[in-house]
């Protein structure tokens, strides 16, 4: 019996320890993610880059969508969770309503947007999208927004898209290479990367071949063994 008692303290400290162990992120809630959703499907106005009420229809601002979102999530976030940005704006979003949901969510927050938070957000998100596979080259991105927000940015763009672009490449000729090995019959458990070739594609080719590898199916194991 205490054993059992024992036990069953061990597990309820492990399931607190898992759940403070969780990292806090952003309030989304349905009547902000639409706003979001509006973004991403193109039905804003992305041309406008500030928050310009004399225009005919304001709601088709895609900025304006973003103030709208981040004040939701800001206002049901204070109080109650800690301050995150996390989920509010991903690669999928414009500019516009990236720097508007930044600064939405602050007003809703009640936090004072500084220029170092400002350039901060923007340099992670622009670092994000950048990774993406099939990203534009940097020099194609154009930002009109702030000085400081476009800055940040821009700048994160540049490392996103360097790291992505060797990695992504890395990445297409890992996976040929263990769809190539496991056609033969020659998965390599440590598989070596020909040639020399920069971290971030060493990284991308190992993560491709490790991907395309656990794909292997027991049939496949099977008509390797019997050959």
């Known amino acids: 019996m205490k054993a059992v008692i024992i036990s069953l303290i061990s597990v309820y ?10 990292p806090i992120i952003a309030y989304i809630t349905a009547s902000s993610s ?13 041309s406008v880059t500030n928050n310009d009420t004399s225009t005919t229809n ?6 304006v969508l973003g103030l709208k979102g981040g ?26 309503y990236c720097y508007g949901y930044l600064i939405g969510y602050n007003k809703g927050y009640d936090s004072h ?42 700048h994160g763009y540049s490392l996103g898209y360097t ?8 990445y297409a000729l890992g996976e040929k290479q263990a769809y190539n090995d496991i056609k033969y019959c020659h998965e390599q458990n440590s598989p070596r990367i020909p040639g020399n070739h920069t971290q971030e594609y060493r990284s991308g080719w190992l993560d491709g071949y490790s991907d395309a590898a656990g794909q292997v199916t027991s049939l496949n194991m099977t008509l390797c063994n019997t050959q």
């Open 13 to 22: 400290i492990l399931t607190i320890s898992v759940i403070s162990a969780r």
């Open 163 to 170: 790291y992505g672009v060797h990695y992504w490449t890395g």
């Open 34 to 46: 639409k706003y979001g959703i509006l973004d991403i499907e193109n039905k804003c106005d992305r």
């Open 113 to 154: 947007t500084g220029n170092t938070e400002i350039w901060k957000t923007a340099n992670r998100s622009g670092y994000e999208a950048g990774y993406q596979k099939g990203a534009k080259p940097s020099e194609q991105i154009s930002c009109t927004l702030s000085i400081i927000f476009c800055g940040g940015y821009l």
């Open 58 to 63: 304001p709601n088709t601002s895609c900025y």
């Open 71 to 96: 004040f939701i999530d800001g206002n049901q976030s204070r109080g109650k969770f800690g301050y995150s940005l996390v989920d509010g704006c991903n690669p999928q979003h414009s500019l516009n």
